[in-house]
């Protein structure tokens, strides 16, 4: 005997008591249930719309009222590029060059505006201004959008276009990923590699103080004010490590690595949400190059122009980059959000060009066999504290954002050399080591440089909207502020070494003959003897710097701006305009007023 229950959805339960099952009998009930009609709570839906989708990038590329195109992440993720430099080719209109700065319609690195999540990025080169789109890594990118027509809330001093790079926002669900990747480059893989002497940590993207210049290294007025035939010239020769060679080995395989984390949670009524990224790669490129320049242009094919020079260049790039990317967003209602937004960026280069070829124009046709070894280190750090009120219907909006960007590039010991050879320096087809008479940037020179830059944002943006504000197309009126400033501090100093005339000419033209990686090691300075005399002749370090401090300055640069701007719908046809002021004040200042 058991009492039977029926339910089903949106009907009354039914009840039937008693209802008694014999062995090998089958009891039929039939039951006839009830509507039961009941009146739903209201449900309310909420969640970030995510612009990292071909969809986003369409629908903003529409809605628009300027000339733009762009790329985003759903697109970057089908292709094998690494960095932002690289993705920036497959956007139509736009030319990188280096592999890293971009060209807008054929416009010129310098006369374009880049920002980084609403905020202008600072420029990552020493003498002008242009932004490295390899500092940003392609797994950090959710958009990537180009202007090519102005408006009066972008950016007023542009030419080419203003690129807004967005970086990844918080995600709708919980997420952690592992990325490995390997790749082979023709060329180069497995192939000879050249490479000068890398310090321990090279590997991570930055020198650990093998090659600047050491602690305690005499000051430029210093060396400026010592005799070449001084102690205190000595010491500093001797403080310099023989690097001017370069070892020769297999180039592996590129790889890399990446770690991606997300998370939502909520406290009490505040939702937070945060994306973590970090990831590491490490590839080699080897290429040459050939360089030719001619006297005049061949009008006629049947009698070319002479040659000034030729070069062919063996060059070798190694590089190291690690990147973080980590963004936080706070919602303490539907109306009200918060964003802090971290970008990361740190890279190692070491570049060895390998120079052979003859320069006819000015050596007679001497062979040349010369050489450069660089290290560039380059780090930005890019943050963003960004925020947006609303009105209850939702038809006044209040933007603010202020940001810090920090940009370093360090460039310990760069150094150079040139040698020749023609039948009136050997005759046993032997290089002759360059040493010059007096300091200079190429011939058994070396190079040190330090730059940093420091940029502060501010700025608040109203919008309102007029009728409906939920459609898309409504009369709508804007207005704001940007406020933008930049530190920079820009340091330099070079050295070359040279044989003294006073010195025993045969004794300094046999070192000249010596092999790159020798001729410059410490056996081979001159020394002095207690009384101050010389006891062997030698080389003697001598600095080129100008010490008054001219290859050195320091800038700051201020931007203010305030605009207005409007939309109006009429029938099939947006009317849309603005006014924007701005005002630039750059100051520029060498070490010597």
Known sequence: TYNLAVSFITYKTHVIPDVVVESAKISSIEIQLQEDATELQEVVVTGTREINNDLALLSAIKESKLVVSGI???????????????????????TVVDNRFVMVRGVPERYNQVMINNAIAPSTEIDKRSFSFDLISSSAIDQLLVFKSGAADLPGDFAGGVIKVITKQTPNENYFNVGLNFGYRSGTTFNDFNESTRSSTDFLGFDNSFRPLPNGFPSTEQMKNAPTISQIRIDAANQLENTFGFDQYSAPVDYGFSLGLGRKFSIGRVEIGTIANASYSNSYLNFASNIIRYSSFDKDPATPSEKQFEFFDNVSNHESKISVVNNWLIKTGERNKIEFKNLYVLIGENKTILRTGSDIGTQGGAMN????????????????LQGQVLSKNKSLSIDWIAGLNRISRNEPDFRRYRSFFNDSFSSENKYRVELPPSSNLFDASRFYSTLTDLGYSNGVDVQKKFGNSSEKRVASIKAGYFVDYKERNFVARYFSYLYPGS??????????????????????????????????????????????????????????????????????FDLAGGLRIEYFDQELNTYNG
């Open 72 to 94: 985003s992440a759903e697109q970057i993720v089908k292709l094998p590029d690494s960095d932002a430099a690289q993705v920036m080719k497959r956007v139509p209109g736009i």
């Open 369 to 384: 066999n010369n050489g450069s070894f660089q290290y560039v280190s380059r780090s930005i750090y890019s943050g963003q």
């Open 503 to 572: 010195f025993d000419g045969q004794f300094g033209e046999n070192l000249r003959f010596q092999p790159i990686d020798q001729i410059f090691s410490q056996q081979n300075l001159y020394t002095l003897n207690p009384n101050g005399t010389v006891n062997t002749p030698g080389l003697a370090l001598e600095e080129g710097t100008d010490e008054g401090g001219k290859d050195s300055y320091k800038g700051t640069a201020l931007t203010t701006s305030g605009y207005i701007s409007g939309s109006l719908p009429l029938g099939k």
